[in-house]
T-cell receptor, first 112, second 113 residues
Framework: QKEVEQNSGPLSVPEGAIASLNCTYS??????FFWYRQYSGKSPELIMS????GDKEDGRFTAQLNKASQYVSLLIRDSQPSDSATYLC????????????FGGGTRLMVKP | NAGVTQTPKFRILKIGQSMTLQCTQD?????MYWYRQDPGMGLKLIYY???????DKGEVPNGYNVSRSTTEDFPLRLELAAPSQTSVYFC????????????FGPGTRLTVL
């Protein structure tokens, strides 16, 4: 069974700090990796995608992928209270149908 | 461009009742999906469709049925509702392709008592 694992948290960081969110996956054939942000009571929204090993930066967000270690992370620099949400890691395998497998999410709390 | 819309937003069912959750997208996406999210958990795929007339089971299909007669619509049918089906249901859509991403509707919060 394909699995995506995340620490459920909560991860608490002070405003302005770097938040580091981690995710591991079991399917070595996985092709694409995504980070979704979900505010309480709302639907998930895509914030980052990464497809090859290394770092990908977008504003305050950096996604890091290491396929050999089956590990993907999300760094949020200069964390703001508005970043407080649950962050879902999603992995797309090498199968047909564009199926995503989601982790359970990490709850991030940024304290002013 | 409304994106992905879902109705109803909230619903309370009694055990054994049936209902249909509606989902419509106006982005001409060929792929559509139904997920459920239990409290404090991630998303579990119920059913998906790769185009009109084609559907397939996901990870947790028992107790649900789907149909896809048009590109735009992908309703989810609950037959004989059970308390275990209490959850938030999200519909999503995407284009086919390894770099494509999924766009989610606002969700339906269902309680079965």
């Amino acid at each position: 069974q394909k699995e995506v694992e995340q620490n459920s948290g909560p991860l608490s960081v002070p405003e302005g700090a770097i938040a580091s969110l981690n995710c591991t996956y079991s399917d070595r054939g996985s092709q694409s990796f995504f980070w979704y942000r979900q505010y309480s009571g709302k639907s998930p929204e895509l914030i980052m995608s990464i497809y090859s090993n290394g770092d990908k930066e977008d504003g305050r967000f950096t996604a890091q992928l290491n396929k050999a270690s089956q590990y993907v992370s999300l760094l949020i620099r200069d964390s703001q209270p508005s970043d407080s949400a649950t962050y879902l890691c999603a992995v797309r395998g090498g199968n047909a149908g564009n199926m995503l497998t989601f982790g359970g999410g990490t709850r991030l709390m940024v304290k002013p | 461009n409304a994106g992905v819309t879902q109705t109803p937003k909230f619903r309370i069912l009694k055990i054994g009742q049936s209902m249909t959750l509606q989902c419509t997208q106006d982005m001409n996406h060929n792929y559509m999906y139904w997920y459920r999210q239990d409290p404090g958990m991630g998303l579990k795929l119920i059913y998906y469709s790769v185009g009109a007339g084609i559907t397939d089971k996901g990870e947790v299909p028992n107790g649900y049925n789907v149909s896809r007669s048009t590109t735009e619509d992908f309703p989810l049918r609950l037959e004989l509702a059970a308390p275990s089906q209490t959850s938030v249901y999200f519909c999503a859509s995407s284009y086919w392709g390894s770099t494509d991403t999924q766009y989610f509707g606002p969700g339906t919060r269902l309680t079965v008592l």
